[in-house]
């Protein structure tokens, strides 16, 4: 089985280079990992597959991942495993998200009935629009559809600066404001960490809608967030800096377990609200993150340890690993320590993957599904 390989999106070397590989499996659908950059000729992409008969599935994201590290142009194409299948869903916004996720439950039980048994439990891999309100409650919706008949990973596909763009794709369209439905491999179930220590003292989103905090403590949401990065780590917040100064002051949910959900902060509204990648529950306990001013080995030892505890040994193999764009912008250059780490920590043959808007897994084998900002994701694509 072939590994995932980089191409560029010149209509010759992608026919040539896809042509190839068609040949040797011809049953095979691919992913695709398309760089922002280079969005607009995607359509090269769709014409070649079509010319060669093969299905293609992917998503835009800002950026992508190799064994060089982070990747600017081209595309990441991803051979699926056999019994591998895909379904593009459209997402009416303002749709009840419990609509939306009985339209994907619907059309996943379809895809479950064409599983191979002999496969056992698949994944079910989502790439939605990063710009949709509402996925952590199409999430609980599903779950209480779907249960425990498949294991749960995703993340979002997007633009850098967080407007809406046509994200999702196959061989005939893109769309925006859609999600991309995978059936694969247990394998592919992804291991997912953030390594952010959870402060001590707590706050309150006292008033929300969807990802947008208009309440904390019952102060503005922004007037709070501002006192409290002033109050707890001296610095100084406005309007002017507030879109990069989120990503190193993060807030975080905290779960009934414990679990500590990062929500990256990343617009201020002219009503004072403050934009989240992923939902603010009503009245949810809030911590104020700083993350880590260095990345270490700890996030990326974590999730290697958890993917050989499944899995047993790494060398070799292929890993699928996505990378939040918001930690790749608070830590800068040095995030590329933590991707070199994932390489070398786990001897992979290859490490592909993409910076992402939000990322969607359990720390648990058989957890629910939820919605992270922040985090590190890897699973096992294949073997080499």
Known sequence: MPSPWHSSLDPAQLASSLQAWHAHHPDQRLLALLAEADREQLPNLQTACLHQGIELAGGVFPRLISNQGFVDHGVMLLPCPGGSQSALLRIHTGQDPAQTAQHMSERITQMLAAWPTDQGKPTLFMIFDGMLPDIASILDALYLQLADQVFYGGVNAGSAQFQPIPCLFDQYQSMMHGVLCLLLPATANPVINHGYPAPE??????????????QIDWRPAFDAYQHIVKQQFGAELNRENFYTFGVHFPLGIMLANQQLLIRVPVALEDDGSVFCVGEVPENAV???????TVPGDDCVQQVLGTLQQRHGSLEGKNLLS????????????????????LIRHSQAASVTGALTLGEIGSPHEWGYPLFH????????????
Not at 203 to 213: H, S
Not at 286 to 292: C, D, H, I, R, W
Request: net charge negative; hydrophobic share 45%.
């Open 201 to 214: 003292h707590t706050l309150t989103a006292t008033a929300t809608v969807g990802n947008r905090i208009f």
């Open 373 to 384: 900002n922040a985090c590190i994701t890897a699973s096992v694509w294949m073997d080499a």
């Open 322 to 341: 996505f990378y939040c764009a918001g930690r790749s912008q608070h830590f800068g250059p040095a995030a590329l320590e933590e991707i070199h780490g």
């Open 286 to 292: 809030l911590m104020m993150v700083q993350a880590p």
